[in-house]
């Protein structure tokens, strides 16, 4: 299995702009977590799916970031307008057997966004 | 709510130095505890996990003992190689709720000097 796969690796983006990340999950995973990655704060998650269901978005710092999950095999992060404080690596996560996982989540090789 | 509480980094240590990283965690209930590991430039990678009381898990030379008596899950390695330079992530997810999502610590940012 090739695992998590995040696009892309790095984005590099004026303030205002909209950013797209994107993430596929393993095949069979029934969880989908997007996680954000900064020194000040460590990891955050942001929002996770389950079934392809959006099942908790507390951690979405506001109304600029939406994520959508329209299929078993694929999810969307987006920021629209970016913001410089937007900078930070942004993970995606999936796992087997839900949220209570006695397995652990895998992670993608993350997305390093900066926005200048 | 639960949580975790890791060592504070970064740890320095030399090749082939014992390698102890404290976890401890607040959590009601049977949690599962794991540790993390990230590389690099790289996401985190699963290390090694424990989903019951005095349960060890072990890999690549690490290993961490489920203790509840004192809530811990301390991460050791008895000779540790440059290549174990990395941030270490100490989690645990479980418990009472059934809707409890990974809660991670803070990492400790290890670094082994040749």
């Known amino acids: 299995d090739a695992g998590v796969i995040q696009s892309p690796r790095h984005e590099v983006t004026e303030m205002g702009q909209e950013v797209t990340l994107r993430c596929k999950p393993i095949?069979?995973?029934?969880?989908l977590f997007w996680y954000r990655q900064t020194m000040m704060r460590g990891l955050e998650l942001l929002i996770y799916?389950?079934?392809?269901?959006?099942?908790?978005d507390s951690g979405m710092p506001e109304d600029r970031f939406s994520a959508k999950m329209p299929n078993a095999s694929f999810s969307t992060l987006k920021i629209q307008p970016s913001e410089p404080r937007d900078s930070a690596v942004y993970f995606c996560?999936?796992?087997?057997?839900?949220?209570?996982?006695?397995?652990?989540?895998?992670f993608g090789s993350g997305t390093r966004l900066t926005v200048v | 709510g639960n949580s975790v509480t890791q060592m504070e980094g970064p740890v320095t240590l030399s090749e082939e130095a014992f390698l102890t990283i404290n976890c401890t965690y607040t959590?009601?209930?049977?949690?599962?505890l794991f540790w993390y590991v990230q590389y690099p430039g790289e996401g985190l990678q699963l290390l090694l996990k424990?989903?019951?009381?005095?349960d060890k898990g072990s890999n690549k030379g690490f290993e961490a003992t489920y203790r509840k008596e004192t809530t811990s899950f301390h991460l050791e390695k008895g000779s540790v190689q440059v290549s174990d330079s990395a941030v270490y992530f100490c989690?645990?997810?479980?418990?009472?709720?059934?809707?409890?999502?990974?809660?991670f610590g803070s990492g400790t940012r290890l670094s082994i000097r040749p």
């Open positions: 996560a999936s796992s087997l057997d839900g949220l209570d996982t006695n397995y652990g989540y895998t």
């Open positions: 095949s069979g995973h029934n969880s």
């Open positions: 799916f389950n079934n392809n269901v959006p099942i908790d």
């Open positions: 959590a009601t209930g049977y949690p599962s």
């Open positions: 424990a989903t019951k009381a005095d």
């Open positions: 989690a645990l997810t479980g418990g009472y709720s059934s809707a409890s999502k990974i809660i």
